[in-house]
């Protein structure tokens, strides 16, 4: 049981969260021997050690379904609108869906270079989008 949970927790991180990181962490065997769960368990902390330390602080797992504040420029005004980012959008892992507050139109940004310009906050959770809003999104994908 918890080598079937390790692996898949492995395979998430591999194929959900296409994380970086050194192809073996992701191996459940190497020269035909299975590893052990210590093994596949250490693997698993080496690939959540890495995502913790990463240089880039909007590597998509650490900014899926977290709150977020978005400024655009309007008429030379810098103005914010608060949202949360609900998921990647499937084959093209640098952009991500966002669903602002009030709004349940889904918006599709690349926010790296938002977030490199200070255009861009990560905020501490708040419940003004609701898990409601959240599933009404998820149906569609």
């Known amino acids: ?35 052990s769960v210590e093994k596949l368990k250490n693997n698993l902390l080496s690939l959540i050690d890495i995502s913790l330390k990463s240089p880039d602080p909007l590597n998509k797992s650490a900014l899926l379904g977290k709150c977020i504040r978005h400024y655009f420029w309007k008429n030379g005004d810098r103005e914010p609108y608060d949202g ?16 602002y507050d009030n709004d349940p139109a889904v918006y599709v940004y690349k926010l790296t ?24 999104f998820c149906s569609f994908i």
């Not at 049981?1 to 962490?25: C, H, P, T, V």
Request: hydrophobic fraction near 40%.
């Open 1 to 35: 049981m918890k080598k079937g949970a390790l692996k898949a927790q492995l395979r998430f991180r591999k194929a959900i969260l296409e994380q970086m990181a050194d192809k073996s962490l992701f191996m459940f065997s190497e020269k035909g021997k299975e590893h």
């Open 84 to 99: 949360r980012v609900v998921s990647v959008v499937p084959g093209y892992p640098e952009w991500l869906n966002v669903v």
């Open 113 to 136: 270079e938002d977030y490199k310009n200070e255009d861009l906050e990560i905020l501490p959770e708040h419940t003004e989008v609701t898990a409601e809003l959240f599933c009404y």
